[in-house]
């Protein structure tokens, strides 16, 4: 599986507006929901979620990024989106260093396997230095586009 098998392109936020978590979390629900066909009541549950999982145990797992992720019946196929904060967001990250890039992912809550996947194909792409570095850098939603494309291409590992 690739990112691009998941990531939704026209979800993709070159500068996040919101400059707080939850903020952030439902700026990037809701340009999902719109891709995905969510409506402004599933999306705002969704976000809701989102936020109450981030209250039990942040998901930003340090070196700037953050993974939020929500399983919900409105759901219907795994999609995920890319934000990116030029200023920085708390997320109450574990190395306490604020978040520039966030991957959110949403799946349907019938199909574990797939979102261990997903998530799988996620971190190990934000392990890599120079993805996580040129993902902070770009400035714009194509130039964001590009570089999934161009990590899809990498040899897994």
């Known amino acids: 599986m690739k990112l691009s098998d998941f990531?939704?392109?026209?979800a993709v936020i070159s500068?996040?507006?919101?400059?707080?978590?939850?903020?952030?979390?439902?700026?990037?629900?809701?340009?999902?929901?719109?891709?995905i066909g969510l409506s402004e009541k599933d999306a705002a549950t969704v976000a809701r979620e989102a936020i109450q999982r981030e209250n039990k145990g942040s998901t930003g797992f340090g070196k700037g990024v953050a993974v939020?992720?929500?399983?919900?019946?409105?759901?219907?196929?795994?999609?995920?989106?890319?934000?990116?904060s030029s200023a920085g967001v708390d997320f109450a990250a574990l190395d306490r260093a604020p978040v520039y890039i966030v991957v959110l992912l949403l799946s349907?809550?019938?199909n574990a396997d797939q979102h261990l996947a997903?998530?799988?194909?996620?971190?190990?792409?934000?392990?890599?230095?120079n993805f996580r570095r040129f993902?902070?850098?770009?400035?714009?939603?194509?130039e964001i586009i590009e570089l999934i494309r161009e990590a899809d291409e990498l040899p897994a590992g």
């Open 7 to 10: 990531i939704v392109a026209d």
């Open 135 to 142: 993902l902070r850098q770009a400035a714009s939603k194509e």
């Open 68 to 84: 939020p992720h929500v399983k919900h019946e409105s759901i219907k196929r795994i999609a995920a989106t890319i934000g990116r």
């Open 108 to 110: 349907p809550p019938d």
């Open 118 to 129: 997903c998530m799988e194909n996620i971190f190990r792409h934000l392990q890599r230095d």
């Open 15 to 35: 500068e996040l507006s919101a400059v707080d978590r939850n903020g952030v979390i439902r700026e990037m629900v809701d340009a999902l929901a719109k891709c």
